[in-house]
């Protein structure tokens, strides 16, 4: 008897890769994350482009797998790597978001998320910080970006009347809504910002995403702190939720009470859900274990930035 489901679990285990997933949900998510240009001249040495492994941790410890999306590939490499993943995030960094080869690369997986879901294919995208701003400009057709005084602040989110009808914070407990609310929980590192005011004169802003939260800069300038797609499976923090569980820098506005961390884990669950919304998948397990980044071992970069570790490619 332990020898014949022995033997079940074991075939099924090799075959589990091909299989079509069962029910409605996809149990082993790929996650893409995009890869960006090395700007940080103590980072240039390691590698042209780089991954912060705290990415790769933040959505691994959700569930799911993770693949590095490299930059420069063919549209239909990033057409091939859309077919067989289950999302992608979009980082935060430091890279011009129109004539950047990560802004191009990430074109390619917005027009294509939108083409899917208009034929009733789920791909989710996630923004974080650049990654958010990245949307904006993909949504809008154009940089509307604020300089903002938004670098190394901790903030609560002012929640606006959307925030509790969203699919971003449909699962938060509400003692962790009123401490969104109520506590600088939310990490903020960033010189620009997408304007309230600018979002909402913007009629492809305004139309395609759902604003949940805003916050104001030290000079008074209110900008868009989450949003999430009205329609499509779109999202944006311009805060860090990585930062809570996975950096450590002490001059740095990490937020890691207990509530930031739950904050941090909350949001990461949301979004492998959603990845399990889709049922792409690698043409062949050999194609699959290839691409994941298990192929690749970060780099110790405490010493030089606040990263801690860091993929290079
Ligand atoms: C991508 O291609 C451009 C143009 O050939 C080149 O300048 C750039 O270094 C390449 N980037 C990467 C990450 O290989
Ligand atoms: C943004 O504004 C700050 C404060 O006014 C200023 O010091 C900084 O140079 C500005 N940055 C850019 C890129 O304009
Ligand atoms: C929340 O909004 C109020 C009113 O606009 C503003 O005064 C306050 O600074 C905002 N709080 C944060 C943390 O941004």
């Known amino acids: 008897m ?31 994350i995009l890869t960006q240009e090395t700007e940080d001249a103590v980072l240039k040495p390691f590698g042209k482009t780089y991954v912060a492994a705290s990415y790769v941790k933040y959505l691994e410890s959700a569930g799911c797998r993770v693949m590095p999306v490299r930059l420069n590939l063919t549209f239909s490499e990033y057409e091939k790597i859309f077919n067989s993943i289950n999302g992608i995030l979009f980082p935060g960094g430091a890279v011009n978001l129109e004539n950047s080869d990560f802004a191009k690369a990430a074109r390619i997986f917005y027009s294509l998320a939108i083409k899917a879901y208009d034929s009733g294919d789920y791909f989710p995208i996630w923004g974080t910080c650049l990654g958010l701003q990245l949307l904006t400009v993909l949504t809008a057709g154009k940089n509307l970006l604020t300089n903002t005084s938004t670098e190394n ?116 669950d949301f979004f492998v859900n959603e990845a399990r919304k889709s049922f792409h998948r690698f043409p062949s397990a050999e194609e699959e274990k290839a691409a994941l980044i298990y192929n690749y071992s970060p780099i110790y970069v405490g010493n030089i930035c606040s990263y801690m570790q860091v993929y290079f490619f």
């Open 2 to 32: 332990v020898l014949i489901s022995g033997v079940f679990i074991f075939s099924f285990f090799f075959s589990g890769v091909l299989a079509a997933p069962s029910g409605n949900r996809n149990e082993r998510p790929i996650i893409g």
């Open 153 to 268: 602040i901790a903030l609560a989110l002012n929640l606006t009347s959307s925030a509790q009808s969203s699919r971003m914070f449909h699962d938060f407990p509400p003692e962790l809504m009123k401490a969104l609310s109520k506590e600088p929980l939310t990490g903020n590192f960033h010189h620009y910002s997408i304007a309230t005011q600018t979002f909402q004169r913007n009629i492809k802003l305004r139309h395609f995403y759902s604003v949940l939260s805003t916050n104001t800069d030290m000079y008074g300038v209110e900008f868009v702190s989450t949003m999430e797609g009205i329609k499509y499976p779109m999202y944006g923090v311009q805060w860090h939720p990585e930062v809570n569980r996975f950096l450590w820098e002490k001059d740095l506005a990490f937020p890691h009470s207990a509530k930031a961390v739950q904050l941090s884990s909350q949001l990461a």
